[in-house]
């Protein structure tokens, strides 16, 4: 691989980024290349934006073999399809979703915000033995993708999709407690279908890079005992900083809570990294 060059690979699609001084002859040159070297690999994308908003959308350009930006990929015995350019998909979190996978319980009712196209929600559903996830994302077009891979992965009745924002999902759910909440009574005709709980054994909380920390909504609906991965981003001094926004927040939600690890979760930048942060609700 030529120095300066960064390239993921997606299943059928790479997405290249090069440097600014590659010029076009020079990229085409790359990607034909590319694409004899990996059988696999069938489209060569290459990156010209960053995941941006709260709908992480980015911005990438054809440059050769089929002529597509759906990806389907696979991983954690999971198979996930997606767009390349409207929904957000990070394979750098495989192991994350495999990690918090093991530690979901047998019978755990799980939430998964700003869930995208699913992939917490699947990979937790798949390789644990929790009783349902419900998987909450605003963007209509995660949304549509989300409910693709459930059925992809024969999970129909395992994940529960919620297109909509999780501040409006999160004071729906409040005001049923401690029953299981309405929300879900459309879909009790359904085969295996159960009502959406009020409060929640696990919620993991991949946040897209935003002011706001969510930590509000995520208290709503827990309970005692309740398991919180919290994803933030921040530089390596800061680390303090996020675990003392989350004691400031649990304590304007009237909660006690224990921190029981904080982890790099991948480097983003020069200097700032992901880093994810499991506390218990007391």
């Given at each position: 691989?030529?120095?300066?060059i960064?390239t993921?690979?997606?299943g059928?699609v790479?997405?290249v980024?090069?440097?600014?001084?590659?010029?076009?002859?020079?990229?085409?040159?790359?990607?034909?290349?590319?694409?004899?070297e990996?059988?696999?690999v069938?489209?060569?994308?290459?990156?010209?934006?960053?995941?941006?908003g709260?709908?992480?959308?980015?911005?990438?350009?054809f440059?050769l073999g089929?002529?597509?930006?759906e990806?389907?990929?696979?991983?954690?015995?999971?198979f996930?399809?997606?767009?390349?350019?409207?929904t957000?998909?990070s394979?750098?979190?495989?192991?994350?979703?495999?990690?918090?996978s093991?530690?979901v319980?047998?019978?755990?009712?799980?939430?998964v915000m700003?869930?995208?196209?699913?992939p917490?929600?699947?990979?937790?559903?798949?390789?644990?033995k929790?009783?349902?996830?419900?998987s909450v994302?605003?963007?209509?077009?995660?949304?549509?993708?989300?409910?693709?891979?459930?059925?992809?992965?024969r999970?129909?009745?395992?994940?529960?999709?919620v297109?909509?924002?999780?501040?409006n999902?999160?004071k729906?759910?409040?005001?049923?407690?401690?029953?299981?909440?309405?929300?879900?009574?459309?879909?009790?005709?359904?085969k295996?279908?159960l009502?959406?709980?009020?409060r929640?054994?696990?919620i993991?909380?991949?946040r897209?890079q935003?002011?706001e920390s969510f930590?509000k909504?995520?208290?709503l609906l827990?309970?005692?005992?309740t398991?919180?991965f919290?994803?933030?981003?921040?530089?390596?001094?800061?680390?303090?900083?996020?675990?003392?926004?989350i004691?400031?927040?649990?304590?304007?939600?009237?909660k006690r809570?224990k921190i029981?690890?904080?982890?790099n979760?991948?480097?983003?930048g020069?200097?700032?990294f992901?880093v994810r942060?499991?506390?218990?609700?007391?």
């Amino acid at each position: 691989m030529k120095k300066g060059i960064g390239t993921d690979i997606l299943g059928n699609v790479a997405i290249v980024k090069f440097p600014k001084e590659f010029g076009n002859a020079e990229r085409k040159k790359f990607a034909g290349k590319f694409l004899k070297e990996h059988k696999s690999v069938r489209t060569i994308l290459e990156k010209i934006g960053k995941f941006q908003g709260r709908l992480r959308k980015q911005k990438t350009k054809f440059l050769l073999g089929e002529k597509t930006k759906e990806i389907l990929y696979r991983e954690n015995n999971c198979f996930f399809r997606f767009n390349a350019d409207s929904t957000y998909f990070s394979p750098r979190l495989s192991n994350e979703r495999k990690e918090i996978s093991k530690l979901v319980k047998n019978g755990d009712d799980v939430l998964v915000m700003f869930a995208g196209v699913a992939p917490f929600s699947v990979a937790i559903a798949k390789n644990s033995k929790a009783r349902k996830v419900y998987s909450v994302e605003i963007n209509r077009e995660a949304t549509k993708y989300a409910k693709q891979n459930v059925e992809l992965n024969r999970l129909k009745d395992r994940v529960e999709i919620v297109q909509g924002d999780v501040k409006n999902f999160s004071k729906k759910l409040s005001r049923h407690h401690p029953a299981r909440s309405p929300l879900g009574t459309k879909n009790k005709t359904e085969k295996n279908s159960l009502e959406t709980p009020s409060r929640f054994d696990v919620i993991v909380m991949p946040r897209p890079q935003l002011k706001e920390s969510f930590l509000k909504e995520a208290f709503l609906l827990s309970k005692k005992g309740t398991r919180v991965f919290y994803y933030d981003f921040c530089k390596a001094d800061d680390v303090d900083k996020v675990k003392e926004k989350i004691i400031s927040e649990a304590k304007k939600a009237g909660k006690r809570i224990k921190i029981i690890k904080i982890k790099n979760a991948g480097d983003i930048g020069a200097y700032k990294f992901r880093v994810r942060v499991d506390f218990v609700v007391l």
